[in-house]
């Protein structure tokens, strides 16, 4: 091999960025913008335990998929699990990996040779030694992984709008991705990396944060630095830096090159405040608080006789009338006790039901 040529090995096999570029080059794509090449740094220099929160089409799966590819250039021994929310949306991400290995020429060393593993879910890499677990896998977040073993694990949109529209539907995926950790490998390189979108306040995301795991997310917006504690410290410091260097940034697009100001205006009319926020902004602070308006607080609670009640009430939702009952409503939402109940009763004149849209 050429002096030249082993510079170039060595530069792709310590430089995840520029491994990206030469990929983006050979699938005649532009150049990764910034915010692009912002996530790949994090998935190469990142802790082990981390969530890549991206707003929608920023192309986090793509830049995943060559960041697995990545791996296993560097260690052709790498195993990856891909965890999606349903079986095709994780057999899609093997699937564009697999072709790659056919499209880009410095990959072709990697192509799974005759009799190993070469399906659409699951395939080795050419100098893989024989292992149950093949070097790519996809499954579905229901599927059986246990006796799986892998040193990358990426669970790419776990969390959809059809499974986790419930409380107890969110606690199942929080359930199932307990499961990583029998299957990650005790080795110094082992890590699992999430990749999503909010679909609720009480995202499975929100709840991952709690074991450890690094969080860091990229708005199509740059927010105004006073609401960056909406976020709770995991804004991408790429965007808080440049929001609070330059005002004049705020509420513009940090993806120009792809999304105009116009073109999010557009979304979020379509999408509306809430889907907006979520979708493209990864704000949870208001998204099942708009989505299911009735709350408990908004109730007033109390001992009643079966036929008269006190003529006037005044609802508050003051903490020395909070009620200690079990509640099933959203994080943070409680019973609470009239401030003040007229003396005079009267007998019932009717009865109101209000369903929650």
Request: with cysteine.
């Amino acid at each position: 091999m050429k002096q030249r040529e082993k510079e170039l090995e060595h530069r792709l096999k310590t430089d995840f960025v520029f491994f990206l570029t030469v990929i983006w080059k050979y699938k005649k794509l532009p150049k990764p913008t910034p915010i692009q090449i912002d996530i790949a740094k994090y998935l190469q220099h990142g802790p082990k335990r981390k969530i890549v929160m991206a707003f929608r089409g920023v192309g986090k799966s793509w830049i995943t998929v060559a960041y697995a590819l990545w791996r296993l250039y560097c260690d052709p021994q790498t195993r990856v699990l891909v965890v999606s929310a349903s079986s095709t949306r994780s057999g899609n991400f093997t699937d564009f990996a697999r072709r790659l290995l056919e499209e880009i020429p410095f990959l072709h060393f990697l192509r799974p040779r005759k009799g190993q593993r070469d399906t659409k879910i699951a395939f080795d890499v050419g100098p893989a030694d024989s292992d149950d677990s093949p070097s790519i896998r996809s499954v579905g977040i229901k599927s059986q992984i246990t006796g799986s073993r892998a040193d990358l694990i990426i669970a790419d949109d776990i969390e959809v709008t059809n499974n986790s529209e419930t409380q107890l539907a969110r606690e199942k995926i929080a359930e199932a991705v307990k499961e990583f950790d029998a299957v990650l490998k005790p080795n110094k390189e082992a890590g699992i990396t999430y990749l999503g979108t909010p679909q609720t306040e009480m995202s499975v995301y929100n709840t991952l944060s709690e074991r450890n795991y690094s969080v860091r997310v990229w708005t199509a917006l740059y927010p105004d630095p006073s609401e960056f504690p909406k976020w709770k410290g995991r804004l991408a410091p790429f965007i808080e830096e440049k929001a609070s260097n330059n005002l004049a940034l705020v509420g513009r697009t940090t993806e120009p090159r792809r999304f105009t100001d116009s073109n999010l205006a557009e979304r979020r009319l379509s999408y509306g405040t809430s889907g907006f926020g979520l979708q493209f902004m990864l704000d949870t602070s208001l998204s099942d608080a708009e989505r299911y308006p009735l709350k408990l607080a908004d109730l007033m609670a109390m001992s009643l006789d079966l036929k008269r009640a006190p003529i006037d009430l005044a609802w508050c939702n003051s903490t020395d009338k909070v009620i200690d009952v079990p509640t099933l409503g959203l994080d943070g939402d409680r019973f609470y006790s009239p401030m003040w109940m007229d003396k005079e009763m009267a007998e019932y004149t009717g009865s109101v039901m209000f369903i929650d849209p």
